[in-house]
């Protein structure tokens, strides 16, 4: 069973950039689909963007499309999520999560990473 640990998270400006990682470890993560969800106090898990097994396929949410990025490195069991012109409204607790295909349930969570952006 592939367990799933994010780090990259931070305290940054509004307008600022982080890079989130999600390693994988067990389980064989180049065949999952890897997505990236966030949970904001008070609100519930929403869904941030997915990549499919090789890279080649991204999906995003309308409020993140153009400033963050998915990718992942097979060869390193890692999945990367690039946050770039920071808003407040960024601001949640970032999951990264695997699924078997596109539109399956995830079944595996990673236990998340805090994104803090001031104003």
């Known amino acids: 069973q592939v367990q799933l640990v994010e780090s990259g998270g931070g305290l940054v400006q509004a307008g600022g950039s982080l890079r989130l990682s999600c390693a994988a470890a067990?389980?064989?993560?180049?065949?999952?689909?890897m997505g990236w969800f966030r949970q904001a106090p008070g609100k519930e898990r929403e869904f941030v963007g997915a990549?499919?097994?090789?890279?080649?396929?991204?999906d995003y949410a309308d409020s993140v499309k153009g400033r963050f990025t998915i990718s992942r490195d097979n060869a390193k069991n890692i999945s990367y999520l690039q946050l770039n012109s920071l808003k407040p409204e960024d601001t949640a607790v970032y999951y990264c999560?695997?699924?078997?295909?596109?539109?399956?349930?995830?079944?595996?969570w990673g236990q998340g990473t805090q994104v803090t952006v001031s104003s």
């Open positions: 067990g389980g064989t993560f180049s065949t999952y689909v």
């Open positions: 999560a695997a699924s078997r295909a596109f539109g399956l349930e995830y079944h595996t």
């Open positions: 990549v499919n097994w090789s890279g080649s396929i991204t």
